[in-house]
């Protein structure tokens, strides 16, 4: 069965930090792009992080740049999503994905291509 379990979310300070992560069973982890997204309320879920299966390669959206940092150990299957300088614009549940192809590189990912598994979310409050 393929999952995606999110955890490490939770109520936060403006400026605060948290540390996301998403263990990954039933999916060829190790070759695959994983991204991070997230949905506010009222909003459209947009994508805030991809890292190709090597960890060499990464993207961003431009609002997360210099304060989120996406990183994965394949030993453990997990990917985490190191979020610092929290706002309460990045208030909003946080999703991670898995693509549906090896090929796809973060790029795609971050475009919303290919993504087949998706975690059950983790919810992330900041606080002004």
């Given amino acids: 069965q393929q999952q995606l379990v999110e955890s490490g979310g939770g109520l936060v300070q403006a400026g605060g930090s948290l540390r996301l992560s ?28 991809a890292i190709d299966w090597s960890g060499d390669s990464t993207s961003y959206i431009d609002s997360v740049k210099g304060r989120f940092t996406i990183s994965r150990d394949n030993a453990k299957n997990t990917v985490y999503l190191q979020m610092n300088s929290l706002n309460s614009e990045d208030t909003a549940v946080y999703y991670c994905a898995a693509p549906s192809t090896p090929v796809a590189g973060p790029g795609d990912v971050m475009r919303g291509s290919y993504l087949d598994v998706w975690g059950q979310g983790t919810q992330v409050t900041v606080s002004s």
């Avoid at 999916?27 to 909003?43: D, E």
């Fill in 22 to 49: 998403c263990g990954a069973s039933g999916i060829s982890f190790s070759i695959l792009t994983m991204g991070w997204f997230r949905q506010a309320p009222g909003k459209e879920r947009e994508s805030v992080a």
